[in-house]
C-alpha cells in the first residue's frame, strides 16, 4: 500500500497528515507541484538480479518512460539486502533536472522537502513520482532493502546528485519506523 506522510519539521518524528488512497497521495503531493500515479505492473523481476537480466525485463516499460518524459539518461535502484558500501541514499540532494522514480518491484521511502514541509512517499510496485528539478529529496529503503525502480532524468548532466549536507532528513520516521 502506497503511503504519504506530511510532516511540519518541528514535529519530525510525527506526521500532520497520513494518506493511502491514491488519489489523496496525488492530489496532496500535485499541490507542491509533484506527480503521482499508480498504474500495475505485469512485470516480474527481483530486486539483486543482474543488471542485464534487469534491463532485459524491463526495457519496453524504460523506453515508454524516457519517451513520455522526453528523457535522455537512467539509472536502476536495485537492491536486495543491506550494501554496506553503497551510497547512502537518506542523504539529502537534488538533481537538476525532473526525475521520474518508477517502482518494478519491492518498495521505496522518497523524502521530499517542499515549502515549509516535508513529505514522505511509501511507494511500490507500480508507483511514479514525478518529482521536479531542484527539489530536495533522499531515498529510504529501510534496514533490509528490497527495490528495484527505474529513475529518468532528461539527460546525464540532470541524473548526478548535488548532496545539500543538510542532515536533518536523517530526524524524519524512515520506512521501517511507521
Known sequence: MSILCVFHPSSPALPNKVLTHHDDIAATLAE???????????LRVRP????????????EYLD??????????????NRDGAEPSAVDLRD???HDADEVLA?????????????????????????????PAGSPRWLDLGDNPFC???????NEKGALATFTGDETARLYAGMDEF
Open 32 to 42: 507542491q507541484g509533484v506527480r503521482f500515479t499508480h498504474t500495475p505492473l505485469a
Open 103 to 131: 517502482v518494478v518491484t519491492g518498495r521505496v521511502q522518497v523524502g521530499l522537502r517542499l515549502g515549509e514541509y516535508v513529505y514522505a512517499v511509501l511507494c511500490e510496485k507500480g508507483d511514479q513520482l514525478v518529482i
Open 148 to 154: 528495484l525502480a527505474l529513475r529518468v532524468f532528461a
Open 48 to 59: 539483486g538480479s543482474a543488471q542485464e537480466e534487469v534491463l532485459d525485463t524491463c526495457r
Open 92 to 94: 539529502e540532494h537534488v
Open 64 to 77: 515508454q518512460l524516457m519517451t513520455a518524459q522526453g528523457s535522455k539518461a537512467f539509472s536502476v535502484l
